[in-house]
């Protein structure tokens, strides 16, 4: 009997594990105050192209989110945030083994969805990217825990693990029930590589960013960002950044300090160029496939706040030297 028809009569014929909405609560604690949705909005923009059906897009949409969402439960652990969309992060209200177990739940309720579909392509896809998404949330951790800082290609890498994994999911579960056969890697990626730089830097220079979460709370998580990295490595005899990653302090004056020492250094200055690459990038794949007003529209939403910041140092002070020429 053919394996692929098995598979299909197989999701066919499973009975849905009912919710236990006492396990969800955590997972639906974090609900209460929705992001932006911008993966959904990546959804819907790739479907013009795609064309799937309401229905199949609907289910892919709750995939993304549920296994988005309970990734950001345990990045709240791993990372040791204290504010998520403006709240208090959810292991500090029900404790780290209740949101652990909450966030895996909630994982396997996806893959639940996925299976349902009955379709071993989208099978393949989700095992695939969960791996590469793991992956990447490691080697981030690793970095950090040993504190070695990463070349900017190894960091560029682990993106397209960490980041990229949802990314390319969201559109290869879309293509699993698609007749396009055109390949958006490319541009996914390149999407995935400006959603992640842009965040590392409004973290440390966006108001609205900081009322969200805390204070440049990539420098608390001794977190290797994109900024950070290229402050450190281009002063490597300046080891000022790395003894403030390696404290995680929760000091708002040295975190200043590290701050006003990145745009001496030129870092923000850097980034935005790097992320102005990446959109120019972006718009050229994007014009190659036949143009999206929707996409680019995507784009320039997300890159308004990137225009708009300024490092949240804010100015002078702080003893940090010119970058040299």
């Given at each position: 009997r053919n394996p692929e028809r098995r598979l299909r009569d197989m999701a066919t014929s499973y009975t849905p594990h009912a919710r236990d909405q006492t396990l969800l609560e955590v997972y639906d604690y974090i609900n209460q105050v929705p992001g932006k949705d911008v993966r959904g909005r990546l959804i819907d923009a790739f479907n013009a192209w795609l064309r799937i059906p309401a229905d199949t897009i609907g289910v892919i949409k709750a995939i993304i989110t549920e296994l988005h969402n309970a990734s950001l439960?345990?990045?709240?652990?791993?990372?040791?945030?204290?504010?998520?969309?403006?709240?208090?992060?959810?292991?500090?209200?029900?404790?780290?083994?209740?949101?652990?177990?909450?966030?895996?739940?909630?994982?396997?309720?996806?893959?639940?969805?996925?299976?349902?579909?009955?379709?071993?392509?989208a099978m393949n896809i989700f095992v695939h990217e969960l791996l590469n998404l793991?992956?990447?949330?490691?080697?981030?951790?690793?970095?950090?825990?040993?504190?070695?800082?990463?070349t900017e290609e190894e960091y560029r890498r682990m993106?397209?693990?960490?980041?990229?994994?949802?990314?390319?999911?969201?559109?290869?579960?879309?293509?699993?029930?698609?007749?396009?056969?055109?390949?958006?890697?490319?541009?996914?990626?390149?999407?995935?590589?400006?959603?992640?730089?842009?965040?590392?830097?409004?973290?440390?220079?966006?108001?609205?960013?900081?009322?969200?979460?805390?204070?440049?709370?990539d420098l608390t998580e001794g977190k290797f960002s994109?900024?950070?990295?290229?402050?450190?490595?281009?002063?490597?005899?300046?080891?000022?950044?790395?003894?403030?990653?390696?404290?995680?302090?929760?000091?708002?004056?040295?975190?200043?300090?590290?701050?006003?020492?990145?745009?001496?250094?030129?870092?923000?200055?850097?980034?935005?160029?790097?992320?102005?690459?990446?959109?120019?990038?972006?718009?050229?794949?994007?014009?190659?496939?036949?143009?999206h007003e929707e996409l680019v529209s995507l784009l320039e939403y997300l890159d308004r706040q990137v225009r708009t910041s300024e490092p949240a140092g804010g100015g002078a002070g702080g003893g940090a030297q010119p970058a040299s020429p």
């Open positions: 439960l345990v990045d709240d652990i791993e990372d040791n945030s204290t504010l998520r969309r403006g709240i208090p992060v959810a292991h500090s209200i029900y404790g780290v083994p209740t949101t652990i177990n909450s966030a895996n739940y909630v994982y396997f309720l996806a893959l639940e969805r996925c299976h349902q579909l009955g379709n071993p392509a793991h992956r990447g949330q490691g080697q981030d951790i690793l970095w950090r825990d040993n504190l070695r800082c990463p993106v397209l693990d960490k980041t990229g994994g949802l990314f390319r999911l969201a559109v290869g579960l879309m293509q699993a029930f698609s007749a396009s056969e055109v390949d958006f890697t490319p541009l996914v990626n390149q999407l995935a590589l400006y959603f992640q730089i842009r965040d590392d830097l409004i973290n440390l220079s966006s108001d609205d960013y900081m009322a969200s979460k805390s204070y440049a709370e994109f900024p950070i990295i290229h402050c450190i490595t281009s002063r490597p005899s300046d080891s000022q950044l790395l003894h403030i990653l390696k404290k995680r302090t929760e000091s708002e004056p040295i975190k200043r300090y590290a701050v006003e020492h990145m745009q001496a250094c030129g870092s923000f200055d850097y980034t935005r160029a790097e992320l102005g690459r990446l959109k120019h990038e972006v718009l050229l794949e994007v014009e190659r496939l036949g143009g």
